[in-house]
């Protein structure tokens, strides 16, 4: 067994795959339309599935926002430098909402961005790096 995706709603298919691939960097692996079903998947990653886990994007075409809930936590992120991170998203017009740094009670070096939608992405600076 293996860990295939997450799924999340989003409202706006295109401002997402913009922030999934030209902000965090990821590729767009696949897409396709269900007209019958009025939604599209498109599913992004830095690998191909066959090799990871990857992010699958639904748009309901008749939904522009959904709300997050109370339940959902957050993707995370590997980096290899978490303020290198946080400089390069932000210089994209990405929201950084925790700046790079130790975290609360431990010393892993972790940073906050949230996507179009409202989800929180965790960077967490690979471990063994020095800041």
């Known amino acids: 067994m293996r860990l295939l995706h ?30 019958e079903g009025r939604f599209t998947l498109a599913f992004v990653g830095y690998q191909d599935e066959a090799d990871g886990a990857v992010i699958e ?3 309901n075409w008749d939904t522009d926002r959904y ?3 109370t ?3 957050h993707i995370a992120i590997e980096v290899e430098d978490a ?10 017009g990405g929201l950084v909402v925790r ?3 130790p975290m609360k009670h431990g010393s892993t070096v972790i940073a906050f961005v949230e996507d179009p939608d409202g989800y929180k992405i965790e ?9």
């Open 67 to 69: 709300e997050i809930g």
């Open 99 to 101: 700046e790079a740094g």
């Open 6 to 35: 997450t799924m999340l709603r989003v409202g706006n298919l295109d401002r997402s795959l913009m922030f999934y691939t030209e902000t965090l960097g990821m590729r767009l692996l696949r897409r396709k339309d269900y007209p």
């Open 123 to 131: 960077l967490i600076q690979r471990a063994g790096r020095e800041d």
């Open 83 to 92: 303020y290198d991170t946080c400089a390069t998203i932000k210089s994209r």
């Open 57 to 59: 994007l639904t748009h």
């Open 71 to 73: 339940g959902y936590g």
